[in-house]
């Protein structure tokens, strides 16, 4: 098996830095899936331990850079590597194992203690580094776009979080962010090409996922209104109202590209279908 540590270390540079991603991985392209699948389970093993402490910045670097020097010192030894009497599969996944173990234990953690911040905590950068790595490795375009949502839905429960606690204008700006969530849905649908069976499942899911909002944003704005906040409530209304349209576009332009005769029954059969007239 190739020694992954040069590469590996430009995919994290890469993400670190908030650069392009896929040109790092297109100059790999027979270690490509092997990359991603490495910094997927960077990503999932961070979610290993909710709750816990956040580990030192330092502490992870100093972590990280154990991993590679240990690999890049095996591989100058020239000794026997036992990975590589493996097969292919196990020797990847034992390779996976331990940076996914060095990772964890190298501060990951922290990502998972910044579950819950909102923004002004000091952990709320590392949330969103955690999802815009998410986006970064997403390379599917449907599972893409359901990440979107997903993270509309959280900016929406900031908000209620930061509203509850008398912020009411940090959670009308977490709001403001739920419609740019919502808004990048839309973008990662368009231009996009999916068969029927995905189209359905994405109009499925966007219809659920705008009735829960619909109802989280209009309990939030009665909230508002309750409290004497009418200029807040009225902003979350306006951005309901913005919210929806974005929703309904995706919508129609789903609908347009996976019509069914479901979705439009024919108002006349064919024409080959139809009675032709009697004669005489």
């Known amino acids: 098996m190739r020694d992954l540590t ?4 430009e995919c994290l540079r890469a993400m670190g830095e908030r650069r392009n991603l896929q040109e790092v991985l297109r100059r790999y392209p027979t270690e490509r ?3 991603i699948e490495l910094l997927r389970l960077s990503v999932d093993f961070g979610g290993l331990a ?6 030192d910045p330092a502490f992870r670097l100093r972590a990280r850079n154990r991993m590679l020097a240990a690999a890049a010192q095996r591989r100058r030894a020239r000794r026997w590597n036992p990975l590589g009497a493996l097969p292919r599969p196990a020797a990847r996944l034992a390779f996976a194992g331990a940076l996914a173990a ?7 953690t922290s990502a998972a203690a ?6 002004g905590d000091p952990l709320y950068p590392i949330k969103l580094g955690v999802e815009r790595v998410q986006l970064a490795i997403t390379f599917d375009a449907a599972t893409r776009a359901r990440l979107h949502a997903q993270f509309a839905e959280v900016r ?4 209620k979080r930061l509203i509850a606690m008398g912020r009411v204008q940090e959670g009308v700006s977490q709001v403001n962010q739920y419609d740019s969530a919502v808004a990048q849905f839309n973008s990662t649908l368009a231009g996009t090409t999916f068969d029927d069976s995905v189209i359905a499942d994405l109009r499925r899911f966007l219809k659920d996922h705008e009735a829960s909002a619909d109802a989280s944003l209009q309990s939030l704005a009665g909230s508002l209104e309750a409290g004497g906040q009418t200029q807040a409530a009225a902003a979350v209304v306006r951005t309901q109202s913005h919210a929806d349209q974005t929703w309904n576009g995706s919508e129609r332009n789903l609908q347009a590209r996976g019509a069914t005769p479901a979705d439009h029954p024919p108002s006349h059969p064919p024409a080959s279908q139809q009675p032709k007239p009697s004669g005489g």
């Open 6 to 9: 040069q590469p590996l270390e």
């Open 33 to 35: 899936d092997q990359l």
């Open 50 to 55: 909710p709750g816990g402490p956040a580990a």
């Open 102 to 108: 060095a990772l964890l234990v190298g501060g990951l």
């Open 114 to 119: 910044s579950g819950n911040s909102l923004p």
């Open 156 to 159: 929406l429960s900031e908000a």
